[in-house]
């Protein structure tokens, strides 16, 4: 007897099982939309209200400039390279952020402009120097200990 009324039993509960999952997915999406409707609707009249204000002035963007001074050129036991130069920097910044900054350098009695980039930094962290690559073939001698731009 126990095994004939387990038979009948589990195809009763087949039978049971996916109508009621039809129905609680047809209740669920009827009663998303109108939820998603209600809370969009004061999200977007607060945005409108704050977006005048925020927008008031334009900003403008100055370049700053930084000061640096040639101390040599980048050399080692045996040979010295004219299109490198190590240089201090004199302003209060943060030099690992320079690399890949542009570099003028103005002589003085003279028109001539020497430009390059920021390449790396030199030495220690503490001596704030950093390395110049040129741009064309090189630095004059004259350029050393003189005072040149870095513009972020």
């Given at each position: 007897?126990?095994?004939?009324s ?5 195809k009763k509960?087949?039978?049971?099982k ?5 129905t ?7 009663k998303?939309p109108?939820?998603k ?5 004061p999200a ?6 704050k977006k ?7 900003r ?9 001074q ?5 050399r ?7 299109n ?15 690399i890949?900054?542009?570099f003028?350098?103005?002589?003085p009695?003279s028109?001539?402009?020497a ?9 220690k ?6 390395r110049?690559?040129f741009d064309n ?9 003189l ?6």
């Open positions: 007897m126990s095994e004939k387990k038979k009948p039993a589990s509960t087949t039978a049971k996916p109508a009621a999952k039809s609680a997915k047809k209740a669920t999406s009827k998303s109108p939820k409707l209600t809370s969009k609707k977007a009249k607060t945005t409108t209200a005048p204000t925020t927008t008031a002035k334009p403008s963007r100055k370049l700053k400039i930084i000061k640096a040639i101390l040599s050129y980048r080692n036991n045996r040979l010295q390279t004219t490198q130069a190590i240089a201090k920097i004199l302003d209060d910044c943060n030099h690992k952020t320079l890949g900054k542009k003028v350098l103005d002589f009695n028109e001539a402009t430009k390059g980039v920021v390449t790396g930094i030199h030495g962290s503490k001596s704030r120097q950093v110049i690559r073939a090189g630095m004059s001698a004259h350029a050393l200990n005072i040149g731009d870095i513009h972020i």
